[in-house]
């Protein structure tokens, strides 16, 4: 693939969203949380001086931190319920970089960052969202190797090699009669029980 031009891995940039919405740090909750509803997000990334990250306000903090207390939205600060520091990625990382790194962190978000400045966020919903066709795509790759490997796949009916479903022994003329993967001596004695 590589000789075609072609990447062959995903990058952090291939799928993270951008642009992010943000909030300064002095907001109050309740405005952030009807941003995030406006916008139909599950955090906003809090910006300091000078708009550089802070930290995240997701709906985890808000829950623990706001609405298990009973405190009042609108009068706490977001910098006060916020996570800090933001944890933060490359976008020219691996998604399987980022996915191993959320798993071990135990985070469901990173910033990304690039020369310093926010870039756009990865969720793992970004990186569940290309699975279906990252595993289409290592199938196709498998079934290509195979096939370089030991030459075209079987025509259909010719033998195959495997267990069969009847006896369970090892076999190198498998065949399917009626949905069912059978050695030669199975195969017979299905003939013969059907005379």
Known sequence: MAELGIRTRMLVKDVMSSPVI???????VLEASKLMAENDLGCIIV???EGKPLGILTEKDLVVRVLAKNAQASKIRVKDVMTTPLITIDPDATLSEAARKMSR???RRFGVMYRGNLAGILSSKDILAVTPELIELIQEKARLEAETKEGPPP???SPLA???DNCGLWSDTLKEVEGDILCEECQ????TAQE
Request: proline content about 0%; aromatic content about 8%; charged content about 35%.
């Open 47 to 49: 910006t300091g001086k």
């Open 22 to 28: 943000t909030m300064d740090e002095n907001g109050f």
């Open 155 to 157: 025509e259909e009916g």
């Open 162 to 164: 495997g267990y069969c």
């Open 105 to 107: 962190l135990n985070i």
């Open 188 to 191: 017979a004695e299905r003939e």
